[in-house]
Structures are given as C-alpha cells and as structure tokens.
C-alpha cells in the first residue's frame, strides 16, 4: 500500500490527452512538499519527466504538465503518442514516521 | 557525462546480507545526496535511503532496522547493506543521485541491478 495513491491504468488513443492523479495526505502533499514525476519506459530505468510540481527537465516535451493542488497533483500528457506507453511515478516526501522519500505506486499508460 | 553503475551479487542466500555498490563516474561526489530504491518485479518503485556526501543519512522507515548506506569519496562510491534478507528482498535495485537545490528529486539513474533472494 503506497502512501500516495495513482490509478493502476489510464489508456488513451494518438493524439488525445490523459491525466494521472496523485493523491496524498496530510503529512505529504498535503503539507506543501514538492511532486516529482518519473517515466518507466518498459526495461528501462526511470527518468524525471517533471520536478517541483511544474517543471520539466530540458529535453521533455511540452506535451507532458504537472500541478500540485492541496493533497493531490496531476500529471497530463496531450496530444499522446505511441512512444509515451510506459509507467509513470509520483514522488514527494512524508514527514511523518521520522520522514523519507515516498512513491506513488505507479500508472501504466497504454496508447490504444 | 555523469554515469551511475550499480554493482554486487545477483544472487543472495535468504537470512544473508546483501551489498551493492554504486561507482559514480564523470562527476564529482560532492553536493549531492546518493540513493538507493529498488523495485520488485513487476511492481512499484520502493525508496530506500539515501546519503549526503558529508556523510548524513535518511532511511526508509520501513527499512532503517535492515539498512546502512555508507559513501567513499576518494573511491567516487557509495554502498548498501541490507540485512536479513528474505525473498521479499528480490528487486531491481537502482542507484540514484538527487539534487539539493530548490527541490529534491532524482535527477540521474543508474540502469538497475537485479538482485534475487534463494538458497
């Protein structure tokens, strides 16, 4: 059980827009505490997509955006494409239990 | 190019202790903290712990009886031990550096190393 929560799934055809929810608490989101998102290409090991709610690394398409609101964030991909299928990853920090790096426990992304 | 090479035994005897090594190379190991997260297979990413090169950690909570990550500047590593092992313990374990600036996320990634617990 993760300690931010993602759906298991989300599917969408070429060219529309999905969006990947993070919801979390109290002690994590909730409190203020930046959101990260990875993408898990499959056999490969996870990238930044976006860091600090918002942000995207030089080199990450426009198509992927990110925001923060209260307890949960959102990541939204437009205009899909096939290349984007993958796992994809929440990551903050929860402050209680002494505190530590939390993930979410991930969304795979099918391309219809 | 700063690269990130994970490395130790692929396989460990259950109640035994396993220890990985991550050799960064193109970078100083200086400024940043040093991770480690695993992840089962076919499963969701776990974090682990992480150290700063001074010398500080922070551990899972879940974890921290079981952990010790130790880093060796002169030799551009850093390296975990996980105690007790059972085959829960079975994952790809990855090294990650993540930065101290403005926000804290992993910004570079080894390739993983697959680690399995059994006799």
């Known amino acids: 059980q993760s300690v931010l929560t993602q759906p298991p799934s989300v599917s969408g055809a070429p060219g529309q827009r999905v969006a990947i929810s993070c919801t979390g608490s109290r002690s994590n989101i909730g409190a203020g505490y930046d959101v990260h998102w990875y993408q898990q290409l499959p056999g490969t090991a996870p990238k930044v997509l976006i860091y600090?709610?918002?942000n995207r690394p030089s080199g990450v398409p426009g198509r992927f955006s990110a925001s923060r609101s209260g307890s949960s964030a959102s990541l939204v991909i437009t205009g899909l494409q096939a290349e984007d299928e993958a796992d994809y990853y929440c990551q903050s920090y929860d402050n209680s239990l002494s505190g530590s790096r939390v993930f979410g426990g991930g969304t795979t992304l099918t391309v219809l | 190019q700063v690269q990130l090479q994970e490395s130790g035994p692929g396989l460990v005897k259950p109640s035994e202790t396993l220890s990985l090594t991550c050799t960064v190379s193109?970078?100083?190991?200086?400024?940043?903290?040093w991770s480690w997260i695993r992840q089962p297979p076919g499963k969701g990413l776990e974090y682990i712990g992480s150290i700063f090169y001074s010398g500080s950690t922070n551990y899972n909570p879940s974890l921290k009886s079981r952990v010790t990550i130790s880093v060796d500047t002169s030799k551009s590593q850093f390296s975990l031990k996980l105690t007790s092992v059972t085959a829960a313990d079975t994952a790809i374990y990855y090294c990650?550096?993540?930065?101290?600036?403005?926000?804290?996320?992993?910004?570079?990634w080894g390739r993983g190393t697959l680690v399995t617990v059994s006799a």
């Open positions: 600090g709610n918002s």
């Open positions: 990650a550096r993540a930065t101290q600036g403005d926000y804290w996320y992993f910004d570079l």
């Open positions: 193109g970078a100083s190991i200086s400024n940043y903290y």
